[in-house]
């Protein structure tokens, strides 16, 4: 009796520990996880290897990524750091690509870090999916970068609500991550510390992305997100001040020869970020 006891005990250990595995992470992820992959992780910029020189060259003022497209300032203002980045966006309903024959996903979020300072990102925001039968779901997370990205709860997201995304670091190993829905009065709050020593923000880059994230090592199929525009955006400094969208620098996805988005910054409070399939002639 006594071995029976200690070989059930054993199982439910055995269960609960494959249970967080699958659960841990991002409500995506987690269904992500169903079909056999774990682990929801918004990665830093990939630079995207497969953009034609020359025809890249005729867009002036735009990089080049695998997973990111928004505006990113690369560098704060002389002598200060990049202590908050804050924007609202109304929310996209999200649909499948031509073609798609897998569920797919898009994610839009406000970070620090993860573009030239790649040892960490601070961020939150908010993940759409669209299923092949034409399901949607939303899920509102944060993270601190290399640690996965954790669902909120207590807040509900449709098509159409106005969400307000702020992120704050009160030091280099500790800050705040906020999202508001506008529409419904509902807002989540959530203090972080860096996962590690070494995973400490430096305060160099602020973000507005759209993101085809990854899970489990490798990305999400991307959704057509149609268009996501970032308004009020705004970057603040630790010397108290705050720098706008004007000079960001803009990055487009490239997947496989094709370039799949297209950002601009239309003023010095907005980001936007289309969904657009143009080949780059490769």
């Known amino acids: 009796m006594k071995a029976s006891t200690l070989a059930l005990s054993q199982i439910l250990l055995l269960a609960a520990s494959v249970a967080a595995a699958v659960t841990r992470g991002h409500g995506l992820a987690a269904r992500v996880a169903a079909r056999g992959e774990i682990a929801r992780l918004t990665h830093p910029k990939v630079p995207a290897v497969d953009v034609n020189e020359d025809e890249a060259a005729n867009r002036t003022n735009v990089d080049y990524s695998s997973n990111w497209s928004g505006g990113v300032l690369t560098a704060p203002p002389s002598g200060t750091k990049f202590t908050s980045v804050t924007a609202q966006f109304t929310v996209p309903k999200p649909s499948l690509p031509s073609g798609a024959t897998q569920d797919s996903y898009a994610s839009a979020?406000?970070?620090?870090?993860?573009?030239?300072y790649t040892t960490a990102i601070l961020q939150t925001g908010v993940d759409f999916g669209i299923s092949t039968?034409?399901?949607?779901?939303y899920d509102a997370w944060y993270e601190w970068y290399p640690d996965y990205a954790y669902d909120f709860s207590g807040i509900d997201i449709s098509t159409g609500d106005?969400?307000?995304?702020?992120?704050?670091?009160?030091?280099?190993?500790?800050?705040?991550?906020?999202?508001?829905n506008l529409s419904n009065g509902q807002s989540v709050t959530q203090s972080l510390k860096a996962p590690s020593s070494t995973a400490t923000l430096g305060g160099q880059n602020a973000e507005w992305i759209v993101e085809d994230f990854d899970s489990n090592g490798r990305q999400v199929p991307f959704a057509d997100f149609g268009t996501v525009r970032f308004i009020d955006a705004a970057a603040g400094t630790e010397d108290g001040g705050t720098v706008g969208t004007s000079e960001a620098d803009l990055?487009?996805?490239s997947q496989n020869g094709k370039v799949l988005t297209s950002a601009s910054a239309p003023s010095d409070t907005e980001i936007v970020v289309e969904w657009t399939v143009t080949s780059m002639g490769i």
Not at 109 to 116: E, K, Q, R, S
Not at 162 to 180: K, M, Q
């Open 109 to 116: 979020w406000v970070g620090i870090d993860g573009d030239t």
């Open 162 to 180: 106005t969400i307000r995304l702020t992120v704050t670091s009160t030091n280099n190993d500790a800050g705040v991550a906020v999202i508001e």
């Open 133 to 137: 039968s034409g399901q949607i779901s």
């Open 251 to 253: 990055l487009d996805i």
